[in-house]
């Protein structure tokens, strides 16, 4: 029964997804799991989803909170606008591109139920689609991908093997974490390094989600060229994290992140962020030969770029 049931609010983000908003909605309304606060904010979209959005919310208006801010105000803040406004027990930060499975609550609140105090999160398999809904990948076939769970701290810092669209939380590790940074221009790595910090994560080997790869989604923008505002933030995070570790165990994991990440920066010409990484990096250890020659190339090529932009301003 509802009654029974514990709340669950979904935070349903929404820009420019007016092709994909009714399949996503109609998934998060018709949840075999009934008891549900849907939150549904639009970032200031430019295509019809302000109207789409409009008629679930005069569809189910018991259930359904409409925020339309007047401008885009990313990712981080418009979340943490919205969080007085949640009532439910669990929560979902849901993108309005995505899909879920009809049971997708009701397989996660029930294994959350029964799970100790300490775990806060749970996260699942999901089936990647493309922008018509054909199914691509699951997130699991990926071989670099080995899935942990309880305590992965070191597991978040160090590598990338859960997919953010399946997560669901307990509305107790937002109040503690006090929601998003909103300085970042995206939310989920910094959200999980603190989250693991304090809360044991849970994975169930299910797809319940369906998450959608389409092109100048945050989830492709990391592959860009122009994606200098992602690959910040995420040197902002590894700054974090290293005033957050414990031990020399933690440091070798934001280690190897940090080599991960200045290779991504390198790749994107993103000079200044390789530089402020050999910086961190030096602070936990002494980089290996290759990496001491991508070095000394990324010396001269954020030269050759100053000396280059100069030149340009001069004129």
Do not use: W
């Not at 995505?98 to 749970?122: H, M, S, W």
């Not at 493309?130 to 701290?153: F, W």
């Not at 909103?182 to 603190?194: G, Q």
């Not at 092109?215 to 505002?229: I, P, Q, R, V």
């Amino acid at each position: 029964m509802k009654s029974q049931q514990p709340l669950v609010t979904i935070m349903c983000l929404c820009y420019n997804h007016a092709p994909f908003l009714k399949e996503a909605l109609d998934s998060v309304y018709h949840q075999t799991h009934k008891n549900i606060q849907v939150i549904l904010i639009d970032n200031k979209s430019e295509d019809n989803s302000v109207e789409i959005l409009k008629t679930y919310h005069a569809k189910f208006p018991a259930q359904t909170h409409l925020v339309l801010n007047s401008e885009n105000k990313g990712i981080c803040r418009a979340i943490n606008e919205v969080l007085p406004l949640v009532k439910g027990k669990y929560i979902v930060d849901f993108a309005t591109d995505d899909v879920f499975a009809l049971n997708r609550l009701e397989k996660q609140v029930e294994a959350f139920e029964q799970l100790p105090k300490e775990y806060g999160i749970i996260f699942t398999d999901a089936q990647c689609i493309d922008e018509k809904g054909e199914k691509l990948n699951l997130h699991s076939d990926n071989p670099n991908i080995r899935v942990s769970e309880g305590n992965v701290y070191k597991d978040i810092v160090s590598r990338y093997f859960l997919c953010p669209p399946t997560l669901l939380v307990k509305k107790e590790v937002y109040d503690v974490l006090g929601g998003y940074d909103s300085c970042l221009a995206y939310e989920d790595f910094d959200f999980l390094v603190r989250a693991s910090r304090q809360y044991k994560f849970h994975y169930l080997p299910q797809v319940l989600t369906f998450r959608r790869v389409v092109h100048n989604s945050m989830y492709t923008l990391f592959e860009a060229k122009d994606n200098y505002k992602m690959l910040e933030s995420t040197y902002q995070i590894c700054e974090k994290i290293y005033e957050m570790n414990q031990n020399q165990e933690e440091h070798k994991a934001l280690a190897q992140r940090i080599y991960h990440e200045l290779i991504t920066a390198f790749r994107s010409r993103h000079f200044d962020l390789v530089r402020k990484y050999e910086l961190l990096l030096k602070k936990i250890e002494k980089p290996t030969l290759f990496y001491q020659l991508i070095f000394s190339v990324n010396y001269l090529a954020l030269g050759f770029f100053l000396k280059s932009s100069s030149s340009k301003i001069d004129k």
